[in-house]
């Protein structure tokens, strides 16, 4: 449904992206998730054909976004992270304005904003004036003018930024009911909001993909961070080892217990104990012969837990590095004058 080729965009002698390649299958709801200025934003503007790429190539909907960018936009439904809204327009009218910018037909204009209103919960708001809604209203409303069109694919820019706790739920809830019915990409920086939406997250740093993590139930059970690679992180698991005895002995005599492919020295604890992480094969309980293993020796065992790698440490570990692109680079910098974007004039009478 998306495919990008080794997409790279400069804004002069600044590279905003740097060559990242990744695929988005139909019916798929993913996170485009990494920290601000990472690229996220440029992402969703070369994908929703508002500016172009320097170099490579992506598809939407098995379109070119060069080629056939007339195409692609007829598919794609885009909520930018400021949405264009006309406060002192009703929010029936202003949805009435974006179907016809849209393109659809005037059989098809009233179905499908009474569809689109109800889908957004706007029902109640329909003939207010948008510049009276809260800002989580206003959200909704550039939800509806995203899908009033049914497009294929639909693609969301921080879609819950600025909204408070309660609204923040409302707003993902409704991404997820869309979720059900179209291919969704979403771009955040909220690990929360990543987790309970999407079912994989694309993770880019620096202009680059740092990794491809797959969810379930919110949690990482896997990450491909390149180089064909897939560490499945519930193919093995961690121990905590804190242990009263002589560090490099004790390593010694860990690794040889069945089931342990490594044991890590992680130095000393607070109370100057070796401190050791431990990984072991998932299929086999290692602990029971472990810490037999360390009591035989005459050592004491102090603390020994399980390690679960939260999604926090995954996101941590793929974007940890220094930032090597211009300082205060930001996702929202300005469209170069090479950049130029096409408004529609549309005549809101029927």
């Known amino acids: 449904m998306i495919e990008v080729e080794n997409l ?37 503007r070369i994908l929703t054909c508002f500016m172009p790429a320097s170099s490579g190539r992506a598809t939407v909907a098995g379109y070119d976004i060069f080629r056939e960018s007339i195409e692609v936009r007829k598919r794609i439904g885009y909520l930018p992270e400021n949405i264009p809204l006309y406060p002192e327009m009703t929010v029936s009218r202003y949805l009435k304005y974006i179907s016809k910018i849209k393109g659809l037909p005037r059989s098809r204009r009233a179905d499908r904003l009474d569809l689109a209103v109800e889908a957004c919960g706007l029902t109640e708001r329909r003939n207010q004036i948008i510049g009276q809604l809260s800002k989580g209203y206003r959200q909704r409303v550039g939800l509806a003018q995203a899908l009033i069109h049914d497009p294929e694919v639909m693609i969301f820019d921080e879609p819950t930024s600025g909204l408070d706790p309660r609204q923040i739920i409302e707003i993902r809830e409704l991404i997820k009911d869309l979720g059900k019915e179209h291919t969704i990409i979403l771009s955040t920086h909220i690990l929360p909001e990543a987790s309970m939406t999407c079912e994989r997250l694309i993770v ?40 009263d005895g ?20 992680r130095g000393t604890s607070e109370s100057n104990h070796p401190i050791f992480h431990v990984n072991y094969d998932a299929e086999t309980d290692a602990r029971p012969e472990i810490g037999a293993t360390i009591v035989r020796n005459g050592w004491s065992l102090l603390e020994m837990r399980v390690i679960d790698e939260t999604l926090e ?21 300005d469209v170069s004058e090479n950049d130029q974007v096409q408004t529609a004039h549309v005549d809101i009478e029927d």
Do not use: C, W
């Not at 798929?28 to 969703?44: D, H, Q, R």
């Not at 740092?210 to 560490?231: N, T, Y």
């Not at 590095?321 to 211009?326: F, K, L, M, Q």
């Open 246 to 265: 002589p560090a490099e002995q004790i390593s010694t005599a860990l690794e040889p217990v069945p089931s342990v492919d490594r044991v890590v020295d």
């Open 313 to 333: 440490e995954v996101f941590l570990r793929l974007t940890s590095g220094s930032d090597n692109r211009a300082d205060g680079l930001s996702d929202d910098v």
């Open 204 to 243: 880019i740093n620096e202009g680059r993909i740092a990794g491809d993590v797959k969810l379930s139930e919110g949690k990482a059970i896997s990450i491909d961070a390149g180089e064909q690679v897939e560490s499945t992180l519930n193919e093995g698991k961690t121990l905590y080892l804190e242990v």
């Open 8 to 44: 790279t965009k400069n804004y002069g002698p600044i590279r905003a992206l740097e060559d990242i390649s990744f695929r988005i299958e139909k019916g798929e709801v993913v996170g485009f998730l990494g920290p601000n200025g990472a690229g996220k934003t440029t992402t969703m």
